[in-house]
């Protein structure tokens, strides 16, 4: 079973700072992943939908949401199959559920599957 584990959220301050990280691993049937395109985070809020927070190629190409652009940026270890999230000068705005997303491929598969984190609560006082 393929998982991605999320460790760092937590409660901070408003102009803090935070680094999630999210590793990727797992196999299905014996296959293992064989690469994994895009590695992402989203975020949800109460009471709205889940939005695109940053995600990055396994080239290095980043795309960032205007909410978070000069803030947070999403670095990625591709040798560590892992991703993570540093957010800087943090609001209360950007509490919310943060949530990782892969899309990647087993060996032998000829398009991606999309897989998710169970998610990090990142809770930003004011």
């Known amino acids: 079973q393929v998982q991605l584990v999320e460790s760092g959220g937590g409660l901070v301050q408003a102009g803090g700072s935070l680094r999630l990280s999210c590793a990727v691993s797992?196999?299905?049937?014996?296959?293992?992943?064989?690469?994994?395109?895009?590695m992402g985070w989203y975020r949800q809020a109460p009471g709205k939908q889940r939005e695109l927070v940053a995600a990055?190629?396994?080239?290095?190409?980043?795309n960032y949401a205007d909410s978070v652009k000069g803030r947070f940026t999403i670095p990625r270890d591709n040798a560590k199959n892992t991703v993570f999230l540093q957010m800087n000068s943090l609001k209360p705005e950007d509490t919310a559920v943060y949530y990782c997303?892969?899309?990647?491929?087993?060996?032998?598969?000829?398009?991606?599957?999309?897989?998710w984190g169970k998610g990090t609560l990142v809770t930003v006082s004011s």
């Open positions: 990055i190629t396994s080239g290095g190409t980043t």
């Open positions: 797992g196999t299905i049937s014996g296959r293992s992943i064989s690469s994994i395109n895009v």
């Open positions: 997303n892969a899309k990647l491929k087993l060996v032998g598969d000829y398009y991606d599957r999309n897989y």
